[in-house]
């Protein structure tokens, strides 16, 4: 009889995920419309409304950096219609803010990966360093008087540039700003000295010379900066990256995170979604969820250690 009521209570969840999606699926960004992570969003949704022949949409929910979206998916019920855009923010926020209403790694089912971004190590041209080890002698024999801005306390930009600072042994300033924007406009008039930007809002500056690359946080240099060696080469081990994914409330069934999986999947595999993401200066990064689980896992331990060692707070 037990086994029987066993069996008789899983009838209706495996008849839920083979019908599912029935009603629209929000998939939910913790940014404002506009970003690199929420068109990516979009276009992921526009894919996934035509495959499962369900409205897809895409809710923004600023603030917090992006941790009252996170909580209030982690909240919602398991049934396969509430999505989080996880981001890079996530595994940082994860160490960075003491008091979370949610835990990224239990409280999610991560899903799939979407792409990747990398930072380029990129300095003023007028500073005399022109290539990584340059710049590592260079703050050595100046500690402390080079300033490195980035897009705001805890963003990427920030944590990659105190990691560097942590495995290069050096001693620099960091002038945190309300984004990007902000930050490169102090690069590019030499109020800060260096910066570890997301590839794409630096790139145009790059390649027309108003900002000098040094390096690029990738494991292989990037076909985008022909010449640029990656930071990894003097740095061994040295990779960051901006980067989005799909996870789901942490008890949403297997059936339905397999078959939004396979979804994402076929969606990154289609050459135009391709060249879009590589328009915006980043790479497809299709995964399992098992994958981009341990994606997330490594993420949040690597910056973890940075926001300790270096005792970054919230800003």
Do not use: C
Request: charged share 15%; net charge neutral; no cysteine.
């Amino acid at each position: 009889l037990a086994a029987g009521a066993v069996a008789l209570s899983a009838v209706p969840r495996v008849a839920t995920a083979q019908a599912w999606p029935a009603q629209p699926v929000r998939m939910v960004v913790g940014f404002a419309a506009g970003q690199a992570i929420d068109i990516l969003a979009r276009l992921i949704a526009q894919s996934l409304t035509e495959q499962l022949n369900q409205q897809f949409i895409v809710e923004n929910k600023p603030g917090a950096g992006g941790n009252i979206a996170t909580e209030g998916v982690a909240r919602a019920p398991a049934d396969g219609y509430t999505l989080m855009v996880i981001g890079a923010n996530n595994p940082i926020n994860s160490t960075l803010y003491a008091n979370l209403g949610f835990d990224l790694l239990k409280d999610f089912a991560p899903v799939a990966g979407i792409y990747r971004v990398f930072q380029v190590m990129e300095v003023n041209p007028a500073f005399p360093a022109r290539t990584v080890p340059e710049f590592i002698a260079y703050a050595k024999a100046h500690p402390g008087k080079i300033n490195f801005g980035s897009a705001g306390t805890g963003s990427v930009a920030h944590v990659t540039g105190e990691w560097f600072k942590m495995m290069a042994g050096i001693d620099m300033l960091h002038v945190p700003y309300r984004g990007a924007p902000l930050a490169l406009a102090d690069l590019l008039s030499g109020q800060v000295q260096v910066m570890f930007d997301n590839l794409p809002s630096s790139i145009e500056h790059i390649r027309a010379g108003r900002l000098r690359a040094l390096g690029v946080s990738t494991a292989k240099p990037l076909e985008l900066l022909p010449g640029v060696p990656t930071i990894a080469e003097f740095l061994p081990g040295f990779e960051t990256s901006a980067f989005a994914g799909l996870g789901a409330p942490a008890s949403t069934s297997r059936e339905i995170v397999g078959k939004l999986k396979t979804a994402v999947n076929t969606a990154l595999a289609d050459p135009k979604l391709k060249a879009r993401i590589l328009d915006l200066g980043g790479v497809p990064m299709p995964m399992t969820p098992a994958e981009f689980g341990l994606f997330l896992a490594a993420e949040t331990e690597k910056w973890a250690k940075v926001i300790r060692a270096a005792n970054i707070k919230p800003g």
